[in-house]
């Protein structure tokens, strides 16, 4: 029937505007109520226009079958402004354009309106204003139905019928798929709301513990300090002062990591290797290291932080040199693909066994005894902040490879 095809289409065109809201609605960093609520207006008002302009029942322009829904969904959301200016969209629709009686839609506007103050006084739950709501609209659209009904046979009494019982469970059906999408969404914005305060607490706990050690070691000192024994005067206080200046490394490491600002810009990412490796050639020949790289010659563009990357490159070149215990060798080596550049830096250090390459990109995760465990996890989030990757292989005794994937521009 050309009828069911009709119905189907007007469900499309009133739930893909809401399903949309939803959808974004999960998926959206920013968590403002105003905001939400500018959303969810901007897709009823979208749903109505879409039942109206396309939404006629076999060419029967008396039967306004869905376009209560959004008048509805604005009800259950509380927004009875929003409701009312549904409803009169709808009323100077039917006037102007259809050329119909409003008196029908004025009563049944009206009693959606009590239902709605009586559910808000006696805190009725949703799902039973739903059934109300429904029950309603099932009355008041078989009545309209009955108006505009020609037929005589068994058969169109059967489809009458038929039309009658999806007239009630259509808009019941949707409104309870609004108010189960409603309930998810809810329930999806929460959890990532625990898990944030989760991983705050928990990064709260760790840099908590790691500033507890040394704090600890320097109350033990002083404990022991007679300050009178220049022996141990001499003794404990470089160790007191090392400890204090771990705390503050953990502290001052915390602070970047947390306030992470990436200001891109277009650069030369072979420039800025170039000037990396100028600067640490030093360092690298007074470890007794063997540098070696190959850089791609031609001028390779980037949208990123010159700074911030620097950070990154050299954060893992001094991880390299700290790996090599004697003689060793630390290979930089660069490639294009397609729209990917790829950074590879690579030492015969140490390496690492398969419980520390697991754990290298978290957050106080180190294997040093003065480290703080941040440098890997803040290079890892500004890599990230530059839409690109930076990934791990390493084998113990056999040195590390860490490979840094950008994106690259065309200028």
Same mark, same amino acid.
Do not use: W
């Given at each position: 029937m050309n009828i069911m095809k009709d119905v189907i289409l007007n469900i499309v065109l009133?739930?893909?505007p809401i399903i949309v809201y939803f959808i974004y609605n999960c998926y959206r960093e920013l968590k403002c109520e105003k905001y939400n609520s500018i959303l969810l207006n901007v897709a009823l008002f979208s749903s109505l226009y879409l039942s109206l302009k396309y939404g006629n029942i076999e060419n029967n322009t008396r039967i306004l079958l869905f376009c209560n829904i959004p008048i509805v969904v604005a009800y259950l959301k509380k927004e009875p402004t929003i409701s009312l200016i549904l409803f009169l969209i709808i009323v100077i629709y039917s006037k102007y354009i259809l050329n119909i009686s409003i008196l029908i839609m004025i009563i049944k506007f =009206?009693?959606? @309106?009590?239902?709605?103050?009586?559910?808000?006084?006696?805190n009725i739950k949703d799902n039973k204003l739903i059934i109300l709501i429904a029950i309603i609209q099932g009355f008041f659209l078989s009545f309209e139905y009955f108006f505009t009904y020609n037929g005589n046979s068994i058969i169109s009494i059967i489809e009458l019928i038929s039309m009658i019982i999806i007239f009630y469970l259509v808009p019941f059906s949707m409104l309870y798929l609004f108010k189960l999408a409603d309930k998810i969404t809810t329930l999806h914005l929460t959890v990532s709301e625990l898990e944030k305060d989760k991983q705050l607490k928990n990064s709260l @706990?760790?840099?908590t513990h790691e500033v507890k050690n040394p704090i600890a070691v320097c109350k033990g000192y002083i404990d022991?300090?007679?300050?009178?024994?220049?022996?141990?005067?001499?003794?404990?206080?470089?160790?007191?002062?090392?400890?204090?200046e771990r705390s503050l490394n953990i502290m001052s490491d915390f602070m970047e990591f947390s306030k992470i600002k990436i200001d891109k #810009?277009?650069?030369?990412?072979?420039? /800025?290797?170039? %000037?990396?490796?100028?600067?640490?050639? /030093?360092?690298? %020949? !007074?470890?007794?290291?063997?540098?070696?790289?190959q850089i791609t010659k031609e001028e390779i563009f980037i949208e990123g932080d010159y700074n911030r990357l620097k950070q990154v490159f050299?954060?893992?070149?001094? %991880?390299? =040199?700290?790996? =090599?215990? #004697?003689k060793g060798t630390i290979t930089i080596t660069t490639h294009s693909l397609k729209d990917k550049y790829y950074?590879?830096?690579?030492?015969?250090?140490?390496?690492?066994?398969?419980?520390?390459?697991?754990?290298?990109?978290?957050?106080?995760?180190?294997?040093?005894?003065?480290?703080?465990?941040?440098?890997?996890?803040? !290079?890892?989030?500004?890599?990230?902040?530059?839409?690109?990757?930076i990934d791990y292989t390493s084998k113990q005794n056999k040195g590390t490879k860490v490979t840094i994937k950008l994106p690259t521009i065309t200028i």
């Open positions: 009133i739930l893909f =009206i009693c959606y @309106f009590l239902i709605y103050l009586i559910a808000k006084k006696k @706990f760790k840099i022991m300090l007679d300050t009178n024994n220049n022996e141990q005067v001499n003794k404990y206080i470089p160790i007191i002062k090392q400890e204090l #810009e277009i650069i030369d990412i072979n420039y /800025l290797l170039e %000037n990396i490796i100028e600067e640490l050639h /030093l360092l690298i %020949n !007074s470890k007794n290291i063997k540098l070696k790289y050299i954060n893992i070149v001094k %991880n390299s =040199i700290e790996a =090599i215990k #004697e950074i590879e830096i690579e030492d015969t250090g140490s390496g690492m066994d398969e419980y520390t390459l697991s754990k290298v990109k978290e957050m106080f995760f180190t294997t040093k005894v003065k480290g703080s465990g941040l440098g890997v996890s803040l !290079s890892n989030e500004i890599i990230k902040a530059h839409n690109g990757s």
